[in-house]
């Protein structure tokens, strides 16, 4: 069982890992089609890039929702390198346009706002929602008293 | 055994639908010590004389005799015609009443102290003898013993005194009315309820004690106490005491002295008086006296020569008893003085056994040892100890006599306790079958005893020692309930009456069922000295009504609404408010049609109870489970993580879904 236990994480470690080799490596085929759209890509995306290498945790979505919005940003002028000059020069522009950079870095801040600001929100709407749940709680708890009496309770230091 | 009476409006009240008892018209010369005589009719045959005995309520009667008497005709017997229990308006009780057919020529001896008209001994044979004899052996054939055979209970049956009958024997424990004078000395030893039904053999002694009296036309001896009494008839022997310097005709002697005789085993039996009644001539017993010693033993300011003498004073004297005993001076006497080695060896066995007790239970060793002792010194004598002196069939009787008098029970119960019984039985000179099964029986009574809970105790030993009992529950007192059959409607009565505090079931009627109840009841008996609050209620409710069920008895209303009051603890046993509630509404529907059985069915129906528990067991982990939650809101503990792990997916997804768009968007404006 203990060794079960010991070996399940590192399985689960070695599978990332090999995922991410195969992303590497297909990127790495890619090079020489498209340069121009990696180096695109590859300046654009640098938030969620770092929001995916800095994000820890099993459930990490903090890469996805700073990457979707990111890439949001940073699509109208990957469509404007694919329809028009696919060239490493245009490319090169475009990774050191100020306009470009901020359209898909500030895309990226709306995604991390999104995903820091979004939970605390729903925290605060669940809470609402306990308190008056509680009062529904309470009222079932006072019919079943009415019905079976105080026998029905049990003292709090037996729960 | 009920009466099923009526009244009639002149106050005379009916038996059985056929006897009618006059309490206007009593009969003051047919009295007995403790039954009062009234005037009875047949109204089938009006013409016939008879007559009603009505006993005095807490005296303890024979119904075993009665029902093996009645209608039992014999020359020698009053005819008992009827018995049974009914209302009798003058105690304003139930009081137990015996129809008798009426002896028309007076009372043989009016008074015990004064003299009477003698009877000749020409005619004693025919006039006395014959008849009693042929009543003594019808009495056999029903194996009942008489046990009232005095000349104060004979009377003459005919006006021309012609032939004398017993009179009445069963208002009263056997023996109980009984002068020492006409008394075996064992049985004048006894307290009079004590005495028991003895044998044949003790009716024989009464007889031939009687005749004497009757020969006499006096009592040979109306100033004696019976303990003078008791002491001349082991110095001198029965015969002298009863007979003394009187001159009798040969074979009056002969035969006083075959039915006097103090040895039982040599006592006349009835082979004998049929062989003396046919003029045989039988050798005649010589009276044997009780061993003397050489020299007296001093006891108590007096000097007694014989162990029987020494062992009534013993009695007397309980307390200074032990001090002799264990000294060993008593055994030097016995050795030495009266020269009875096997006696001597019997006392010393007996103080050994009292020696080996524990510090805590000496005295207790030490009473033992005296009541041991007593009997090693009299052999014949019945149980005594303490101040209590009984046969061994007559401690029940003696019993029921002591605690319907609300007297102290102590001494008997540690009696019973203290295996003295058993000591009795050990001593015996003789095997007596009828002993063994008497030793189990005090086994019994002895294990009853030791358990103090409703049902057993004192009250369970009463009612298996005694068949004639009625129950004494202060309840139903009044109602005379010999038969189980009786016991719901007088409770039924009790009820209407208003006596519906506590528990219809007390400790006299739980035992008066344990041992009436000719069906199997243990385990109601034993649930209701369970202590759990409304489990005794419930075995109350369950008893009752398997009784009803049994016996079908039905239209118990009273009961019914006494039982309904009690069962607020079953109700309570019910978790459900609204089972409670339905439950407290049927009740007194059930109750007004006096159903015990249904009543039991609703208050103890395993269906309702499971589904009940089951029901309340949801309830409770319901409860515990809201509890939680609602503390745990309270304190603010909600576990947000699942809400955050959902708001941190949504807000992927809806980064996904705008990259999505854009995308989408994009594409179609390239496209358009």
Known sequence: ?159 | MAGEQKSGADGTVVLRDRYLVYPGKPLADLNSPYADAFHAEDKRDPKKPLFALVARPGMLVRTDSMRALKGTDSPGLMVLVEWGTMDWPPAQRKAMVIIYERPLGGRAMATWTGDFRRVDEGELGRKVITPIFSALKALRTHNVTHRAIRPTNMFWATPERDRLVLGDCVTVPPGFDQPTLVETIESGMCHPAGRGPGTFADDIYAFGASLALLVQGRNPAPTADDELILRRKILHGSFTVLVGEERLLLQTSEFLRGTLCDDAHERWTAESIELWLSGRRLSPLLAKFEKRAVRGFPFGGGEYLTARELAMAFVRNWDAVAQVVLDGRLELWAKRSLDVKETAEAIVAAVRDAAMAMNDKRNAAADVMVARVCMILDGRAPIRYKGMAAMPDGIGAMLAMAVSAGTEVRTITECLMRDVPKAYFETRESYNPDNSSLDTIFRDLKSWLERPNIGNGIERVLYETNDSLPCLSPLIRDDYVLDVRDLLPALDAAAKRGAVKGSPIDRHVAAFIAVRAKFDIERQLADLSLTEPGRSTVAMLNLLAVIQWRLGQGGLQGLAAWVGTLAQPLINNFHDRERRARLEKEIPKVARDGNLVELARLLDSPEEKTLDHHEFQDARAQWAEIRRETRAIEEGRVDNRRAIQFAQRLSALLSVIVCLATLSLLLLARLF
Not at chain 1, 38 to 43: A, G, N, Q
Not at chain 1, 137 to 151: I, N, P, R
């Open chain 1, 1 to 159: 069982m203990a060794k079960a236990r010991k070996t399940t994480p590192a399985g689960r470690g070695g599978k990332g890992k090999s995922g991410k080799m195969v992303m590497v490596i297909g990127l790495l085929c890619l090079v020489p089609f498209s340069l121009p759209t990696l180096l695109v890509m590859f300046v654009g995306l640098l938030p969620t890039f770092a929001a995916a290498f800095a994000e820890r945790g099993v459930n990490r979505y903090a890469w996805i929702c700073v990457g979707g919005l990111n890439f949001s940003g940073l699509a109208p002028w990957l469509f404007k390198l694919w329809f028009g000059h696919h060239t490493l020069d245009y490319a090169y522009d475009l990774v050191t346009n100020l306009t470009v950079l901020l359209m898909s870095y500030g895309a990226a801040c709306a995604g991390w706002a999104l995903y820091l600001g979004l939970p605390p929100l729903v925290g605060m709407l669940m809470a609402a929602t306990a308190q008056r749940r509680a009062i529904g709680l309470l009222a079932t708890q006072k019919k079943l008293v009415e019905k079976w009496g105080d026998a029905v309770k049990t003292p709090d230091e037996h729960l």
